[in-house]
């Protein structure tokens, strides 16, 4: 499906336009109303759909969560040539200098999520005007369709958590009367609707494996009941955990580890290289291409500030810095597992310390191989600005500049690498945590070991040129002995950062456990002395969880838009 979709997109147009241009021209690459009459525009319509979900871009993410989940989180710094350089990310990790007015990441990131919900509500429209005889995938592409919105409102839900929620029968007169002050369990609800008829409408197995199924719905589903289940007040604080939600979320990852059709990869890396993109792992995800055709190709830009600022083969733009907090939590005791309450005492010696090896799958290290490529390893003069953010790297959605998926569009980087939206060692972990909040944390034992397992078996591509490791590596299986909820609920908090450090959940899990105020205030309290940029950093709780309503759209709604608290 990868180059189907893409080719789709590229033959049927980008843009489902309303603007009027002059009477002697037609735009190319414009659909009229007139054109969406067959099957096959209407084919082309769902494949922009599935488009909208990549077109994210450098200031305006709507699938990386580098900034708003990495970065906003104890994972990682800006990064980049100083704090004024893309100073809206500065203030994002300072908390208390997010504004309304933010036109990058706050509001930028607002208007194009909007863009993928309207991508799909014009294309629903467009199906349900043929008939089953007429259009036999009607029912399929209707519940992919609906699986594409949920996924974009389940982001905007996760940043600014109220929002205006619409299906595609609302007119331009009822958006506009649509408000974002929906209670917040009817919310959930509302976007669940949109992936529970996915569960109902969607085969099991897509021949084009770029499209939404049954079990990549059941999985997205389960993933919004457990943060529905954690109930918070009008001030986003915890204030209960909804069993029956829980239950919910067993109950629908066990449908996906039960259908056979994922497992976990035989080694980490192959979720990050494209020559194992697609595989085993991978549940959902977000389809590129390069070498298309077209110029570009349809790369993935939202990391592509993210690569090493000095190495000669990249040479731009040295942001997302992984903090030396992430660094300290990789390190393991005698026994392989992780210090726990004492990981950042010190700052780690990584000349004597053990390590769990996922460290070398996401830190660039001097004198550490560089995404699995031993003959350039890692040096500290590729750090952009060390005085400043210190001396790591990023790199688990970082490709080599001699990979076949690598573009260089000037100075910024570009990769025809996929995007995973879900994979297999989430939902391990998302059954696990559902287990343990049921006070079942036994079963959430052996789901933990097996991602445990899986991280120290990933070493194969971690050698350097003379086939030593760069680190001492020493991860082991939890033992049941001890294995109480609260050391269960340690366990999984803490491997769930090790597994996708980086990635961007971060921050959203330290919001839906309830606990982001007191884990990152005692992270700035600890690292401004490191890092002094974060002197005045602060999180406060009650506005911090979440990112203000953008004033341009409180304005553009003459006040319907209620804005967030403590903005």
Same mark, same amino acid.
């Given at each position: 499906?990868?180059k189907?979709?893409?080719?789709?997109?590229?033959a049927?147009?980008?843009?489902?336009?309303?603007?009027?241009?002059?009477?002697?021209?037609?735009?190319?690459?414009?659909?009229?109303?007139?054109?969406?009459?067959?099957?096959?525009?209407?084919?082309?319509?769902?494949?922009?759909?599935? @488009?909208?979900?990549?077109? #994210?871009?450098?200031?305006?993410?709507?699938?990386?969560?580098?900034?708003?989940?990495?970065?906003?989180?104890?994972?990682a710094?800006?990064? #980049?040539?100083?704090? #004024?350089?893309? #100073?809206?990310?500065?203030?994002?990790?300072?908390?208390? !200098?997010?504004?309304?007015?933010?036109?990058?990441?706050v509001?930028?990131?607002?208007?194009?999520?909007f863009?993928?919900?309207s991508?799909?509500? %014009?294309?629903?429209?467009?199906?349900?005007t043929?008939?089953?005889?007429?259009?036999?995938?009607?029912?399929?592409?209707? @519940?992919?369709?609906?699986?594409?919105?949920?996924?974009?409102?389940?982001?905007m839900?996760?940043?600014?958590?109220?929002i205006?929620?619409?299906d595609?029968?609302?007119?331009?007169?009822?958006?506009?009367?649509?408000?974002?002050?929906?209670?917040?369990?009817?919310?959930?609800?509302?976007?669940?609707?949109?992936?529970?008829?996915?569960?109902?409408?969607?085969p099991?197995?897509?021949?084009?494996?770029?499209?939404?199924?049954? %079990?990549?719905?059941?999985?997205?589903?389960?993933?919004?009941?457990?943060?529905?289940?954690?109930?918070?007040d009008?001030?986003?604080?915890?204030?209960?955990?909804?069993?029956?939600?829980?239950?919910?979320?067993?109950?629908?990852?066990?449908?996906?580890?039960?259908?056979?059709?994922?497992?976990?990869?035989?080694?980490?890396?192959?979720?990050?290289?494209?020559?194992?993109?697609?595989?085993?792992?991978?549940?959902?995800?977000?389809?590129?291409?390069?070498?298309?055709?077209?110029?570009?190709?349809?790369?993935?830009? +939202?990391?592509? !500030?993210?690569?090493?600022?000095? @190495?000669?083969?990249?040479?731009?733009?040295?942001?997302?810095?992984?903090?030396?907090?992430?660094?300290?939590?990789h390190?393991?005791?005698?026994?392989?597992?992780?210090l726990?309450?004492?990981?950042?005492?010190?700052?780690?010696?990584?000349?004597?310390?053990?390590?769990?090896?996922?460290?070398?799958?996401?830190?660039?290290?001097?004198?550490?191989?560089?995404?699995?490529?031993?003959?350039?390893?890692?040096?500290n003069?590729?750090?952009?600005?060390?005085?400043?953010?210190?001396?790591?790297?990023?790199?688990?959605?970082?490709?080599?500049?001699?990979?076949?998926?690598? $573009?260089?569009?000037?100075? $910024?980087?570009?990769?025809?690498?996929?995007?995973?939206?879900?994979?297999?060692?989430?939902?391990?972990?998302?059954?696990?945590? @559902?287990?343990?909040?049921?006070?079942?944390?036994?079963?959430?034992?052996?789901?933990?070991?097996?991602?445990?397992?899986?991280?120290?078996?990933?070493?194969?591509?971690?050698?350097?040129?003379?086939?030593?490791?760069?680190?001492?590596?020493?991860?082991?299986?939890?033992?049941?002995?001890?294995?109480?909820?609260?050391?269960?609920?340690?366990?999984?908090?803490? +491997?769930?950062r090790?597994e996708?450090?980086?990635?961007g959940?971060?921050?959203?899990? !330290?919001?839906?456990?309830?606990i982001?105020?007191?884990?990152?205030?005692?992270?700035?309290?600890?690292?401004?002395?490191?890092?002094?940029?974060?002197?005045?950093?602060?999180?406060?709780?009650?506005?911090?969880?979440?990112?203000?309503?953008?004033?341009?759209?409180?304005?553009?709604?003459?006040?319907?838009?209620?804005?967030?608290?403590?903005?």
């Amino acid at each position: 499906m990868k180059k189907n979709i893409i080719s789709g997109i590229l033959a049927m147009g980008l843009l489902v336009s309303s603007c009027q241009a002059p009477l002697d021209y037609t735009p190319t690459g414009v659909l009229s109303s007139s054109d969406l009459t067959s099957p096959t525009a209407i084919e082309g319509l769902v494949t922009a759909a599935y @488009a909208a979900i990549g077109n #994210g871009d450098m200031i305006g993410p709507i699938y990386s969560n580098w900034a708003y989940g990495s970065v906003r989180s104890d994972d990682a710094y800006k990064g #980049g040539g100083g704090t #004024g350089d893309v #100073g809206e990310i500065d203030a994002l990790e300072h908390y208390n !200098l997010v504004t309304p007015t933010m036109d990058a990441f706050v509001t930028r990131t607002w208007k194009n999520l909007f863009k993928s919900i309207s991508r799909a509500n %014009v294309a629903l429209r467009a199906v349900n005007t043929l008939s089953e005889s007429n259009f036999p995938n009607k029912k399929v592409r209707l @519940a992919e369709l609906r699986f594409l919105r949920a996924h974009s409102y389940f982001t905007m839900k996760l940043l600014y958590k109220n929002i205006p929620i619409f299906d595609e029968t609302a007119t331009g007169d009822d958006i506009l009367k649509t408000s974002n002050t929906l209670p917040n369990d009817e919310a959930w609800n509302k976007i669940a609707a949109d992936f529970q008829f996915a569960i109902d409408n969607l085969p099991d197995t897509q021949a084009e494996i770029g499209r939404a199924n049954k %079990v990549a719905a059941q999985a997205y589903l389960a993933k919004l009941r457990l943060f529905q289940a954690y109930e918070q007040d009008d001030k986003h604080k915890v204030v209960n955990i909804n069993k029956t939600r829980l239950q919910e979320v067993v109950t629908l990852t066990q449908a996906v580890i039960s259908s056979g059709k994922y497992r976990l990869s035989s080694d980490i890396a192959e979720n990050f290289i494209p020559e194992t993109e697609n595989g085993p792992e991978s549940i959902f995800a977000i389809q590129f291409t390069i070498n298309d055709g077209t110029t570009a190709g349809r790369l993935s830009f +939202e990391d592509g !500030l993210n690569y090493p600022h000095g @190495a000669p083969q990249y040479g731009c733009c040295g942001f997302h810095a992984p903090s030396q907090n992430l660094v300290n939590a990789h390190a393991t005791d005698a026994n392989g597992l992780p210090l726990f309450d004492s990981f950042n005492n010190d700052n780690v010696d990584l000349a004597k310390a053990t390590v769990d090896p996922r460290l070398d799958h996401t830190v660039g290290i001097d004198g550490h191989p560089y995404k699995y490529d031993n003959t350039k390893p890692f040096s500290n003069s590729w750090v952009r600005d060390p005085g400043v953010y210190g001396n790591y790297h990023t790199m688990r959605y970082q490709q080599l500049a001699t990979s076949s998926s690598y $573009f260089k569009l000037g100075p $910024f980087m570009g990769t025809s690498k996929n995007y995973d939206i879900l994979r297999y060692d989430d939902i391990l972990l998302i059954q696990a945590e @559902a287990y343990i909040e049921l006070g079942q944390q036994d079963k959430a034992l052996p789901l933990i070991n097996q991602v445990r397992t899986r991280a120290a078996a990933s070493t194969g591509r971690l050698k350097k040129l003379d086939g030593t490791f760069a680190s001492k590596y020493n991860v082991k299986p939890y033992v049941s002995a001890g294995w109480t909820q609260e050391y269960a609920r340690k366990a999984l908090q803490f +491997e769930r950062r090790l597994e996708f450090a980086t990635e961007g959940p971060r921050f959203f899990d !330290l919001v839906r456990w309830g606990i982001a105020e007191q884990t990152l205030n005692a992270y700035i309290a600890k690292e401004k002395v490191r890092r002094p940029f974060l002197a005045t950093a602060k999180f406060t709780a009650g506005r911090d969880e979440y990112l203000p309503i953008p004033q341009a759209e409180i304005t553009f709604t003459n006040g319907l838009y209620k804005q967030n608290p403590g903005y």
